[in-house]
Antibody, heavy 115, light 110 residues
Framework: QVQLVQSGAEVKKPGASVKVSCKAS????????INWVRQATGQGLEWMGW????????GYAQKFQGRVTMTRNTSISTAYMELSSLRSEDTAVYYC????????WGQGTLVTVSS | NFMLTQPHSVSESPGKTVTISCTRS????????VQWYQQRPGSSPTTVIY?????PSGVPDRFSGSIDSSSNSASLTISGLKTEDEADYYC?????????FGGGTKLTVL
């Protein structure tokens, strides 16, 4: 069955960067875009951007442009989302999602930004 | 870019029918498909409706979706409410290389 397995929780200081991974299995990794969505505690879903695993092409929400980078390693069917210049407002659960369009979701990765 | 506006919360009794609306602020609701996601506390979202009115396999036919161009909105209707339907529901659509989520609606079944 299709699975997206994300890396574990992270605690970062303001100004640092975080890189979250998302390993896909159960389908051809290059078949669907990988999207990243975040959710602050008690808040709604916020789309961050997409990446085409085949071409590596990306598109980022305007809010995150300049701070987010989405990459992949096709040999291990893994996508990555790196967010830099972290601030307390970036504390959230980060999800990867794939499919047509968001059929499959990872389990989420909690990123806590605190001094 | 556009926004999708949902009611913050709705509540209804078991066995009844509830409808959650999702209004698009600009551009036509019919120009891009609408999806609906269910999210239970502590879990990742799951799709209950895709492409305006299609149900993924495994989603009961109590769930249905529609769009209304006159109000520029989409709706998720859940009939025969069960306590297990209590969750947050998010609509989603797309425009100009951007995905947009509604703010979410908390459904209480009491």
């Amino acid at each position: 069955q299709v699975q997206l397995v994300q890396s574990g929780a992270e605690v970062k200081k303001p100004g640092a960067s975080v890189k979250v991974s998302c390993k896909a299995s159960g389908y051809t990794f290059t078949s669907y875009d990988i999207n990243w969505v975040r959710q602050a505690t008690g808040q709604g879903l916020e789309w961050m951007g997409w990446m085409n695993p085949n071409s590596g092409n990306t598109g980022y929400a305007q809010k995150f442009q300049g701070r987010v980078t989405m990459t992949r390693n096709t040999s291990i069917s893994t996508a990555y989302m790196e967010l830099s210049s972290l601030r307390s407002e970036d504390t959230a659960v980060y999800y990867c999602a794939s499919g047509a369009p968001f059929d499959y979701w990872g389990q989420g990765t909690l990123v806590t930004v605190s001094s | 870019n556009f926004m999708l506006t949902q009611p913050h919360s709705v509540s209804e009794s078991p066995g009844k029918t509830v409808t959650i609306s999702c209004t698009r602020s600009s551009g036509s609701i019919a120009s891009n498909y609408v999806q609906w996601y269910q999210q239970r506390p502590g879990s990742s979202p799951t799709t209950v409706i895709y492409e305006d009115n299609q149900r993924p396999s495994g989603v009961p036919d109590r769930f249905s979706g529609s769009i209304d161009s006159s109000s520029n909105s989409a709706s998720l209707t859940i009939s025969g409410l069960k306590t297990e339907d209590e969750a947050d529901y998010y609509c989603q659509s797309y425009d100009s290389l951007n995905w947009v989520f509604g703010g979410g609606t908390k459904l209480t079944v009491l």
